[in-house]
Each structure stands twice: as C-alpha cells, then as structure tokens.
Nanobody
Framework: VQLQASGGGSVEAGGSLRLTCAAS????????MGWFRQAPGKEREFVAT????????YYGKSVKGRFSISRDNAKATTYLQMNSLQSNDTAVYYC?????????????WGQGTLVTVSS
C-alpha cells in the first residue's frame, strides 16, 4: 500500500489549501480513509475520516466546520479541503487508510505534507 500526500505549502491565516492523497496497491473503494496531523513537539492528532462510500464523515473538534474530507473512488484519491486556516493548523498532514474492516481501526499512514500557516 502506498499513500502519497501532496498540496501542502505556506498560507496566511484565514486562507485555504486542498490536500490530495493518491493511493495505490489496494482496492481503494473497500477502505475507509483519514487524515491526521502532527505539529512540532506534539503527538499525532486525528483530523478527519471518510467511509468507503464517502457517505459518512467525521471530524476532530479543532477542525470541524472548517475542514472537509472527500474521496473519488474512481481515482483512488482522498482530499482534505482546509478553509479558515489558523496558525495552530501548522503541522505535517498525513493521509491514512484503515486496514481493519471491522469496528475497530488499524491506521496505516503514508508520507506527510507540510502545511504552514502564518499569522
């Protein structure tokens, strides 16, 4: 399984970015996908997850209402639209796939992409 995240960069507070995660080596439509982030000196934090069909999404408290996760199963790609960015959104963002089809999760992460928000 390979997950390649892209779209990070530097943006001013209040701005927007869209992250993209291209997946390969798996039957993409059969897995839930997610985004996590890790700020300098902090633990990895859950950002958002999306179900296999895309009908269900769930967000971390700090991003709810500002970020939106989506997916295109035909392209094996997951997106994270980030709006109203704040300086505390600065982090390395990781795309992840839930390898456990059951009720518990087993996340596998790809390489991250750096997002820097300046105030």
């Amino acid at each position: 399984v390979q997950l390649q995240a892209s779209g990070g960069g530097s943006v001013e507070a209040g701005g927007s970015l869209r992250l993209t995660c291209a997946a390969s080596g798996l039957t993409f439509s059969t897995y839930a996908m997610g985004w996590f982030r890790q700020a300098p000196g902090k633990e990895r934090e859950f950002v958002a997850t999306i179900s296999r069909t895309g009908k269900s999404t769930y967000y971390g408290k700090s991003v709810k209402g500002r970020f939106s996760i989506s997916r295109d199963n035909a392209k094996a790609t997951t997106y994270l639209q980030m709006n109203s960015l704040q300086s505390n959104d600065t982090a390395v963002y990781y795309c992840a796939v839930d390898m456990n089809p059951g009720s518990s999760t087993e996340w596998s992460w790809g390489q991250g992409t750096l997002v820097t928000v300046s105030s």
